[in-house]
C-alpha cells in the first residue's frame, strides 16, 4: 500500500511543479514565447489519425470541442452543449426532439449514428436517458459527456470506432427539463417531480403553497428560532453549526420551525403545495398501480406529457436494445423487477443481467449490482419494468454517486468506525464541507425577520449540490466510470452474423448447405421475459436463391458429432421464424437441403440483434 500511495503522490506533487512553472514562464513573459510550436489542429469534418495523439504531448490531447464536466448545466446549456456537438460533428450527430415537458421545454435527443454503416434504425441501438427526477441531474452531464467521449475518440480508439460504427445510440440527458430547470435555478432542492400541478393538500388549488427561499441564496433551508430555556432542540455537540433534539424531561434553547417558506395561502401550513408533488417514474404501464397503492402514480400510465413521449419514441425505435437510466444516488447499478410480486426474471435472462452488473461492479468501485425491489425499494410502474418486460429491452438504472466516495481510502473507512474520529458519519459531511470544499456547501444560520413568525435565523443546510451530486471536481470521473459500464452494456448488445458456410452434393442438382448463425454477444437476441409476453417479433432466417427449393430444413444439434438432425416444421422453409430469437455467445448451425442451381442468399434479420447474411455458391 505504502509505495504506491507515495507514488501516487509524488505524480501529482510533480505535476503541480510543473504546472506552477509553466504558468510562472508564462507570465515572466506576458505572452507564450513567439518560437513555441503551434498545438496541431485538427481540420473541421477530418477524422484524426493516430498521428497527431503521437504529435501532440499526452496531456495535451486537442479536443475539437471543450465542455466542462466539473459543474451543472441547466436545459438551456445542455442544449446549447448539443447543438455545439452537432455542428461539430454533423455527419454522426443528429440534434432531435422527443417532444415538449409540460412545461414546454424540448426532450432534447442526440443520435449518434455512423450513416456510412448504415441507418440506425437497421443496427441494434443503445437508448440512454437522465433526470427523470428533476433534482437527480448529473446523469445530465454523464449523457452529455458519453455523446462528446464518442466523437472526440472516434477514429482514435480503435474500440469506441467500432462500438460508433457497429451501433446507434439514442441520448437524452434530461427527460424531466422542467425539474431540471427547477433545480438548477429555482430552490428545486429535492423535487424529484415534474410540473403537471397536482393538488396536493386537496384544496381545490394547484400548487398554490410550495417552498419559498425567502433570503434568495438558491437554497430551502431550515428556519430555528432562539427560545432560551423553552426549546426542544440544542446545538450538538458534535457539531455546533447541527441541532440536536434534548433528551426527555430537559429543555433547550431553540424550536425548529420547518423548512424555509411562509404560509402563501392562509390554511396555517407552510410549503403544503409545490409544483407537481408526483413521481415520474412510478408513470409507466408495467406494474402501474393507483395512487392508493403508490403515491405519485398520477391517474393513469402516461398521463405525464414526457412518459408519453419517451415510450412514442421507444415503440417507434424497436432496434433499441439496451436501456440505461440514469439516477442519483447511492452507488448502484439496479435492474428490474421493480416489485417482488412481479416475480424473478428467467433464469437466461438473469444470467445476462448478472454478467453485465457484476463487471460493472468491477467499473464502478462503490457501486453494487442490485435488483430494484430487493436492493432499494418497491417501485410499480417503473421505466426499467417497462423497457424490459414490455419493450424487451435489456435495461438498467445507475444510482450515480455513493457518500462512502467522500472518503474513498481504505485507511479513511477504517478510521470513520471511531466516532469520535472527526470524519465519523453524523460530522464527516462537515469535514469535508470545511476542508474540502472551503464552507461553500453549507449555509450558515442567519437572522431573519418572517412575516409570520417573526425573529427567526434561517440556515443550516447543505447546499442542493452536496449529497446527491458529487462534489464538482469528481464528477468527471463519475461521468466517465458510468459511461464505461453503458458503453460496455452497448457493446454486449446482440449482434448476428453469419459465420461458416459448408455446401455438399449429394446428387445432380441437390445440396445439403450447413450455415452457422452467431451471436457473438452476451445478450441473446429476445430475451426470455420478452419471448414470453410476446413482445418482440420472431427472427427471421429466410433463403432465396432463383430458381432453388428448399427441401428440408433442421437444427444440427452439434455440427461436429454427426447425428439426427430435428427438422424445422415450418410451412414455408425459405422464411423460417424463429420465436425464441438466439441465444448470447452463441452459435446455432442450420442444415438445408436444397434443390437447385446458382447461389443462395442466407439472411438472418432480427429485429434487435441486427440483419446478417451471405450469399453461397451451391457447387
Ligand atoms: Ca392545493
Ligand atoms: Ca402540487
Ligand atoms: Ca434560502
Ligand atoms: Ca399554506
Ligand atoms: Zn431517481
Given at each position: 500500500?505504502?509505495?504506491?500511495?507515495?507514488?501516487?503522490?509524488?505524480?501529482?506533487?510533480?505535476?503541480?511543479?510543473?504546472?506552477?512553472?509553466?504558468?510562472?514562464?508564462?507570465?515572466?513573459?506576458?505572452?507564450?514565447?513567439?518560437?513555441?510550436?503551434?498545438?496541431?489542429?485538427?481540420?473541421?469534418?477530418?477524422?484524426?489519425?493516430?498521428?497527431?495523439?503521437?504529435?501532440a504531448?499526452?496531456?495535451e490531447?486537442?479536443?475539437?470541442?471543450?465542455?466542462d464536466?466539473?459543474?451543472?448545466?441547466?436545459?438551456?446549456?445542455?442544449?446549447?452543449?448539443?447543438?455545439?456537438l452537432?455542428?461539430?460533428?454533423?455527419?454522426?450527430?443528429?440534434?432531435?426532439?422527443l417532444?415538449?415537458?409540460?412545461?414546454?421545454?424540448?426532450?432534447?435527443?442526440?443520435?449518434?449514428?455512423?450513416?456510412?454503416?448504415?441507418?440506425?434504425?437497421?443496427?441494434?441501438?443503445?437508448?440512454?436517458?437522465?433526470?427523470?427526477?428533476?433534482?437527480?441531474?448529473?446523469?445530465?452531464?454523464?449523457?452529455?459527456?458519453?455523446?462528446?467521449?464518442?466523437?472526440?475518440?472516434?477514429?482514435?480508439?480503435?474500440?469506441?470506432?467500432r462500438l460508433?460504427?457497429?451501433?446507434?445510440?439514442?441520448?437524452?440527458?434530461?427527460?424531466?427539463?422542467?425539474?431540471?430547470?427547477?433545480?438548477?435555478?429555482?430552490?428545486?432542492?429535492?423535487?424529484?417531480?415534474?410540473?403537471?400541478?397536482?393538488?396536493?393538500?386537496?384544496?381545490?388549488?394547484?400548487?398554490?403553497?410550495?417552498?419559498?427561499?425567502?433570503?434568495?441564496?438558491?437554497?430551502?433551508?431550515?428556519?430555528?428560532?432562539?427560545?432560551?430555556?423553552?426549546?426542544?432542540?440544542?446545538?450538538?455537540?458534535?457539531?455546533?453549526?447541527?441541532?440536536?433534539?434534548?433528551?426527555?424531561?430537559?429543555?433547550?434553547?431553540?424550536?425548529?420551525?420547518?423548512?424555509?417558506?411562509?404560509?402563501?395561502?392562509?390554511?396555517?401550513?407552510?410549503?403544503?403545495?409545490?409544483y407537481?408533488?408526483?413521481?415520474?417514474?412510478?408513470?409507466?404501464?408495467?406494474?402501474?398501480?393507483?395512487?392508493?397503492?403508490?403515491?405519485?402514480?398520477?391517474?393513469?400510465?402516461?398521463?405525464?406529457?414526457?412518459?408519453?413521449?419517451?415510450?412514442?419514441?421507444?415503440?417507434?425505435?424497436?432496434?433499441?436494445?439496451?436501456?440505461?437510466?440514469?439516477?442519483?444516488?447511492?452507488?448502484?447499478?439496479?435492474?428490474?423487477?421493480?416489485?417482488?410480486?412481479?416475480g424473478?426474471?428467467?433464469?437466461?435472462?438473469?444470467?445476462?443481467?448478472?454478467?453485465?452488473?457484476?463487471?460493472?461492479?468491477?467499473m464502478?468501485?462503490?457501486?453494487?449490482?442490485?435488483?430494484?425491489?430487493?436492493?432499494?425499494?418497491?417501485?410499480?410502474?417503473?421505466?426499467?419494468?417497462?423497457?424490459?418486460?414490455?419493450?424487451?429491452?435489456?435495461?438498467?438504472?445507475?444510482?450515480?454517486?455513493?457518500?462512502?466516495?467522500?472518503?474513498?481510502?481504505?485507511?479513511?473507512?477504517?478510521?470513520?468506525?471511531?466516532?469520535?474520529?472527526?470524519?465519523?458519519?453524523?460530522?464527516?459531511?462537515?469535514?469535508?464541507?470545511?476542508?474540502?470544499?472551503?464552507?461553500?456547501?453549507?449555509?450558515?444560520?442567519?437572522?431573519?425577520?418572517?412575516?409570520?413568525?417573526?425573529?427567526?435565523?434561517?440556515g443550516?443546510?447543505?447546499?442542493?449540490?452536496?449529497?446527491?451530486?458529487?462534489?464538482?471536481?469528481?464528477?468527471?470521473?463519475?461521468?466517465?466510470?458510468?459511461?464505461?459500464?453503458?458503453?460496455?452494456?452497448?457493446?454486449?448488445?446482440?449482434?448476428?452474423?453469419?459465420?461458416?458456410?459448408?455446401?455438399?452434393?449429394?446428387?445432380?442438382?441437390?445440396?445439403?448447405?450447413?450455415?452457422?448463425?452467431?451471436?457473438?454477444?452476451?445478450?441473446?437476441?429476445?430475451?426470455?421475459?420478452?419471448?414470453?409476453?410476446?413482445?418482440?417479433p420472431?427472427?427471421?432466417?429466410?433463403?432465396?436463391?432463383?430458381?432453388?427449393?428448399?427441401?428440408?430444413?433442421?437444427?444440427?444439434?452439434?455440427?461436429?458429432?454427426?447425428?439426427?438432425?430435428?427438422?424445422i416444421?415450418?410451412?414455408?422453409?425459405?422464411?423460417?421464424?424463429?420465436?425464441?430469437?438466439?441465444?448470447?455467445?452463441?452459435?446455432?448451425?442450420?442444415?438445408?437441403?436444397?434443390?437447385?442451381?446458382?447461389?443462395?442468399?442466407?439472411?438472418?434479420?432480427?429485429?434487435?440483434?441486427?440483419?446478417?447474411?451471405?450469399?453461397?455458391?451451391?457447387?
Amino acid at each position: 500500500m505504502m509505495p504506491r500511495t507515495f507514488r501516487l503522490i509524488a505524480t501529482s506533487a510533480l505535476l503541480t511543479a510543473l504546472a506552477v512553472l509553466a504558468s510562472a514562464s508564462m507570465s515572466a513573459q506576458g505572452k507564450p514565447s513567439g518560437g513555441a510550436t503551434p498545438i496541431p489542429q485538427p481540420q473541421a469534418g477530418a477524422v484524426r489519425s493516430a498521428q497527431d495523439w503521437a504529435s501532440a504531448p499526452s496531456s495535451e490531447r486537442t479536443f475539437k470541442v471543450r465542455l466542462d464536466f466539473n459543474r451543472w448545466h441547466d436545459v438551456a446549456e445542455l442544449q446549447a452543449d448539443m447543438r455545439t456537438l452537432e455542428k461539430a460533428y454533423p455527419k454522426f450527430l443528429k440534434y432531435r426532439s422527443l417532444g415538449k415537458s409540460y412545461g414546454g421545454r424540448d426532450l432534447a435527443l442526440m443520435v449518434v449514428n455512423n450513416p456510412d454503416t448504415g441507418a440506425d434504425t437497421t443496427k441494434p441501438a443503445m437508448y440512454i436517458e437522465a433526470n427523470i427526477h428533476g433534482n437527480e441531474i448529473q446523469g445530465g452531464e454523464v449523457c452529455l459527456y458519453t455523446i462528446w467521449y464518442l466523437m472526440e475518440h472516434y477514429g482514435r480508439i480503435e474500440a469506441i470506432t467500432r462500438l460508433v460504427d457497429e451501433r446507434a445510440f439514442y441520448i437524452v440527458p434530461t427527460v424531466n427539463p422542467d425539474g431540471r430547470d427547477f433545480f438548477m435555478r429555482g430552490p428545486g432542492g429535492n423535487a424529484r417531480t415534474g410540473h403537471m400541478p397536482v393538488d396536493d393538500d386537496n384544496d381545490y388549488q394547484f400548487d398554490e403553497d410550495g417552498p419559498a427561499d425567502l433570503n434568495g441564496n438558491g437554497v430551502i433551508e431550515q428556519i430555528r428560532k432562539y427560545v432560551p430555556g423553552q426549546g426542544t432542540h440544542r446545538r450538538s455537540a458534535a457539531d455546533p453549526r447541527s441541532l440536536e433534539p434534548v433528551r426527555p424531561g430537559e429543555t433547550g434553547d431553540y424550536i425548529l420551525l420547518g423548512q424555509e417558506g411562509v404560509d402563501q395561502d392562509g390554511d396555517g401550513r407552510v410549503g403544503e403545495d409545490g409544483y407537481g408533488s408526483y413521481d415520474p417514474n412510478r408513470n409507466f404501464p408495467a406494474d402501474w398501480q393507483p395512487n392508493y397503492v403508490q403515491g405519485g402514480a398520477m391517474d393513469y400510465p402516461f398521463q405525464l406529457p414526457e412518459a408519453k413521449a419517451v415510450n412514442d419514441f421507444l415503440i417507434a425505435h424497436p432496434n433499441v436494445a439496451g436501456l440505461q437510466t440514469y439516477h442519483n444516488s447511492g452507488g448502484m447499478i439496479l435492474r428490474s423487477p421493480g416489485a417482488e410480486q412481479t416475480g424473478e426474471y428467467p433464469a437466461s435472462d438473469v444470467r445476462v443481467y448478472d454478467e453485465i452488473g457484476k463487471n460493472g461492479e468491477r467499473m464502478l468501485p462503490f457501486y453494487r449490482y442490485l435488483v430494484i425491489w430487493s436492493g432499494l425499494y418497491t417501485v410499480h410502474g417503473g421505466v426499467t419494468d417497462w423497457g424490459n418486460d414490455t419493450l424487451g429491452i435489456l435495461s438498467f438504472s445507475n444510482e450515480l454517486w455513493n457518500g462512502g466516495q467522500y472518503f474513498n481510502s481504505p485507511d479513511l473507512k477504517e478510521q470513520q468506525k471511531d466516532p469520535e474520529s472527526p470524519i465519523a458519519p453524523r460530522v464527516a459531511n462537515y469535514f469535508f464541507n470545511d476542508h474540502l470544499e472551503f464552507g461553500d456547501q453549507l449555509t450558515e444560520w442567519k437572522p431573519f425577520t418572517h412575516p409570520q413568525y417573526g425573529e427567526v435565523e434561517i440556515g443550516g443546510a447543505f447546499r442542493k449540490t452536496f449529497g446527491r451530486v458529487p462534489p464538482r471536481f469528481m464528477n468527471e470521473e463519475l461521468c466517465h466510470r458510468n459511461m464505461a459500464f453503458t458503453l460496455y452494456q452497448a457493446d454486449e448488445m446482440p449482434r448476428m452474423s453469419i459465420g461458416e458456410a459448408k455446401v455438399e452434393k449429394i446428387a445432380d442438382g441437390i445440396f445439403r448447405v450447413w450455415v452457422d448463425l452467431v451471436n457473438d454477444k452476451v445478450t441473446p437476441t429476445i430475451l426470455a421475459k420478452a419471448a414470453a409476453n410476446n413482445v418482440v417479433p420472431p427472427d427471421l432466417l429466410t433463403l432465396d436463391g432463383k430458381g432453388v427449393d428448399v427441401l428440408s430444413a433442421s437444427w444440427v444439434p452439434n455440427k461436429w458429432r454427426p447425428a439426427v438432425a430435428p427438422m424445422i416444421d415450418q410451412k414455408d422453409l425459405t422464411r423460417i421464424m424463429i420465436r425464441n430469437g438466439q441465444p448470447g455467445r452463441s452459435t446455432r448451425t442450420v442444415q438445408y437441403l436444397v434443390k437447385g442451381a446458382g447461389s443462395i442468399t442466407v439472411k438472418y434479420a432480427s429485429v434487435k440483434g441486427g440483419t446478417a447474411q451471405k450469399t453461397i455458391a451451391l457447387q
